[in-house]
């Protein structure tokens, strides 16, 4: 024993299958040798040596057990022939430590189990049935041992599977919550599990199967995206699809003159449809080396985590398709609106987007970024209860008249005032027509009284009113709106903000040329008529 | 080989575990409380000691600043515990040898940690070679951040 029991670590197994043997020896008295067949070169069993090659190496060429033979000149031991057995040995499945199973082999010495009599008188044949009966039930033991070791080691592995599982459910969970668009949820899902289920790599497929995004891991080949897509467009696309079609998730097998044909390593595919509902949002594609091919657990812990990962994606297309139709409808009331003149054609939309741009060079916040975008497409919305005759009324306005369009901004503020989510944009846009020296409607504020974001609206408003044509004059150029602003700047405009926003026309010319197209590149209106700027 | 040494009072755990890191190529030794493991550290010395907390004879935390204390040479813990409050407890103990990993623990994570940590080691080991060849800088590996690393 002490000679061979080297090969049995402290690992899973080894120590409880050490003390098994134990008990057996001091039972019967015999020295058990045990050697692990796996493993390079392997150890010559005491028992072999001492038995069967009467103690000296030497004498292998006149022993008479061929696995000796071979097991001394080759690197790795040969399974013992016929049925694991040999006169004194027994092979045996020892519990695994690594991936795959290791055999091991049991030796067995002695003469007679302790107790048998002295002088038994039996026959030699006799003697060797005995021995053979012992030799039996000591290998059915240690079989029996090995099984439910085996046992043990399938139920850790199992163990470690759930753990895994857990772990990723929870993460994906908790990342579900801080997440905005799907696709950070894919790559998050994917890197994952790519982790958990040792995959090459992991692709992701949209609903009409056309590559998405990859997470390679363990790359072996240089371009792992094109691997992917050639994956795709190969004959491996119509199974993939199949899969896809059917909503369970499969295992595949890529033949090797395909895999060779798409440079790749991974011929093992794991493919999860993403199906919420009845709706099928694509597919998560997993690869490993054939020689690892996919298990039945980590199909199930690739479709917990996808089916996870499938409600929140789903949830989030809803709510972005909720969003994108209240743009929508929006836009639709500012259409309708910019329809009763066709003077202020495009008006809010561009008052919109100046509006972020001077937002953005005053570096507010994203949020706020976002209510500027709203308060200008929303700024005149008002107009609605202006009357078409005043509104697109040529020359000036008499006072009654003027008196009439002034209403327009409160009209705006309570025509928005009972939509919740845009409670952020009304003072913008009740505002968005006062004076900085208190001179401006509706409620004459003064300086910075004046919500930040009205002034900014404004300065977007009065820019784009001054550049395009009215009924009562035509377009300013850029350069003659602009020095229209700053001599105004003070009583009627916020001027650090008419300073920045000179900065942001010019930085826009080159960033945003189209919002230049409409304007004419000379003066086509000399002077400005009574009653100063209609925004 | 990487040598680790896992010390878990919960026999079951303590096997799932070392099957877990046998299987990723690391050689394992495991001791079921605190006292037992700190005698296996100084026989074993091994790399990477992955410790529970709640321990008969010695707690894990007590397990892990003595052998932070008395190697010689550079060694990463990794505190395995269900317990919230020892979440800080790398930044407690001002190490970022020490790194708290939640029970239950996720195996995919572990390996990675227990990877970091070898290759941290691994880069202060040979700073600590480095710089033993010079005895005016007489100091431990301990020292590392003071030159630079």
Redesign the interface.
Known sequence: MEETSGAIS???GGSSLRQLLGSIESLLGWSLGQVRVAGSPPQLPSVCLEHCLKGSPEGLASAGCPWLRRMVQAEEAPPLPPGGRCERGFQVHLPS???RHEAGRIFALGDRPRGWPEEPGFSDQELAGLWEGVLNSVEEVVQDFARREEE??RL??E??QS??Q???LFEVTKASVSMARPEEMYDFALDRLS??LRAHYACFYNSECHFDRTIPRFVQQAEPYRACRDLISGDAREAIQEVVGSGAAQTLEISKPQAEQAQLHCGSLLVVPLVSGQESLGAAVFGRPPTEPFHTGDRSMAEAVMGQVAITAHKMRLFQDLQQMSFDVVGALVNAIDAKDKYTCGHSDRVARWSVKLGQALQVMEEDLQMLAWGGRLHDVGKIGVRDDVLGKPGGLTEEEFAHIKKHPVISYEVLKPIHRLAHVLKGVRHHHEAWDGSGYPDGLTGEEIPLEARIIQTADVFDALTSSRSYRSAYSVEKALSIMQESAGTRHDPNLVQLFVQVVQRARVESPDLFEHIPRHDEAPALPKGGVRG | MTRILVAEDDRHLQRVISLWLERNGYQVHCRGDGQAALQAFHEVSPDILITDVNMPEMDGVTLAKAVLAQSDRPVGVIILSCRVDMIGIGVELGDQRVIHHAKPFSPSRLIEEVEALRKEIADQGQCRAEVSGQSQYGRNWHGRNLWGH
């Open positions: 402290d690992g899973p430590r690594g991936r043990n080691v850790v592995e163990v470690l753990y895994e857990l772990n990723i982790t958990a």
